[in-house]
């Protein structure tokens, strides 16, 4: 990847088109907006394939960000986020779930590059 300068912030050319990244939202994406959205995918992706593999295969999965902390006074640096898994499925078992969570983390490479810097909670319901 290779990020250009433009007036607001920068830019990149990728196969699905250009990604504008921007401290300002009115012109790309925020920073931070990227890296929480890299750590919801990342880990909607891990644990759906980690429920296939515990033949509980998930129909749909939604991702809700419920709390994204932030400390003004080191950088407005991301300390905590709160990913809420929504999973619809006939087959999920409530009681196999904090193991798939768990395997999920241990297996998502997103989580695994904030582990020790990012503190991210996961919680679920099942539809």
Do not use: W
């Not at 504008?20 to 750590?39: A, D, K, Y």
């Not at 992706?45 to 515990?54: A, D, F, S």
């Not at 779930?97 to 983390?105: D, H, K, Q, V």
């Amino acid at each position: 990847m290779r990020f250009s300068m433009t007036e607001h912030g920068f830019e990149t050319e990728t196969s699905f088109g250009t990604l504008q990244v921007s401290s300002n939202e009115e012109h790309g994406f925020r920073p931070f907006q990227l890296l929480v959205s890299s750590l919801a995918v990342c880990s909607g992706g891990v644990l759906r394939n980690i429920l296939e593999k515990m033949r509980m295969p998930a129909t749909n999965i939604s991702i809700e960000v419920k709390e994204v902390d932030r400390n003004a006074d080191e950088a407005n640096k991301i300390e905590k986020i709160h990913l809420h898994f929504v999973i619809e499925g006939a087959k999920v078992e409530e009681k196999k779930m904090p193991r798939a969570l768990e395997l999920t983390s241990k297996n998502c490479a997103m989580l695994q590059s904030v582990a020790g810097s990012i503190e991210v909670t996961k919680t679920y319901e099942i539809l």
